[in-house]
């Protein structure tokens, strides 16, 4: 199969897949090796990078996607008027907790967010966002939570290494009188 019609398969399979698909997959379906596989994609998306095009191959949870440009999520959300369920600001704090300090326990997500999660944990299990990693070596052996390729995918990372640092989200309003203008408070 020459590399034009590699492309073209690629395209049509990243089109029909909700799901990224490892190149690996990608290489046994199309019985090409790697590296075939990996230029036609890296064509693919150079020639997606013109702005006639409304789709772009990205690389996300583990695999390749074909996935809707960000200039045009309105115009799709208006067309299929998705029913969007968000996050709660506490299931959202669950899960940064746990893509920052996995594997961790509820025990431990609790003591860090200063309230219960048990709720917080259970939605996020349900929308297969985090999973049961293993039990802790610990009385009670607690369960250990971490993130799913899911997570990964529905927030655009490659691996847990593209997660912004923390101290990105730090508020500078929490911090103590001196730190912000030199001086103790009642001074």
């Given at each position: 199969m020459n590399l034009d019609r590699v492309q073209g398969a690629l395209e049509a399979l990243l089109f029909v897949t909700p799901e990224p698909i490892p190149v690996g997959k990608l290489c046994r379906v199309l019985g090409v090796s790697e590296a075939?596989?990996?230029?036609?994609?890296?064509?693919?998306?150079e020639e997606c990078r013109s702005e006639r095009r409304g789709l772009e191959p990205v690389?996300?949870?583990?695999g390749?996607?074909?996935?809707?440009?960000?200039?045009?999520?309105?115009?799709?959300?208006?067309?299929?008027?998705?029913?969007?369920?968000?996050?709660s600001q506490a299931a959202l704090e669950t899960l940064a907790i746990i893509a920052y300090r996995q594997p961790v326990t509820r025990a431990e997500i609790d003591a860090v967010r200063g309230v219960q999660s048990e709720a917080a944990v259970r939605t996020l299990l349900e929308r297969g966002l985090i999973?049961?990693?293993?039990?802790?070596?610990?009385?009670?052996?607690?369960i250990l939570y971490g993130t799913t390729p899911l997570f990964l995918q529905q927030f655009g990372l490659?691996?847990?290494?593209?997660l912004p640092p923390p101290e990105r989200f730090r508020d500078p309003a929490a911090a103590p009188a001196a730190s912000r203008n030199g001086t103790l408070a009642g001074d």
């Open positions: 075939v596989v990996r230029e036609a994609l890296r064509r693919l998306v690389e996300a949870g583990g390749w996607q074909l996935v809707t440009k960000a200039e045009y999520a309105r115009a799709v959300e208006q067309l299929v008027q998705p029913r969007r369920q968000g996050l999973r049961e990693v293993g039990r802790k070596e610990a009385p009670g052996r607690p490659r691996d847990l290494s593209e």
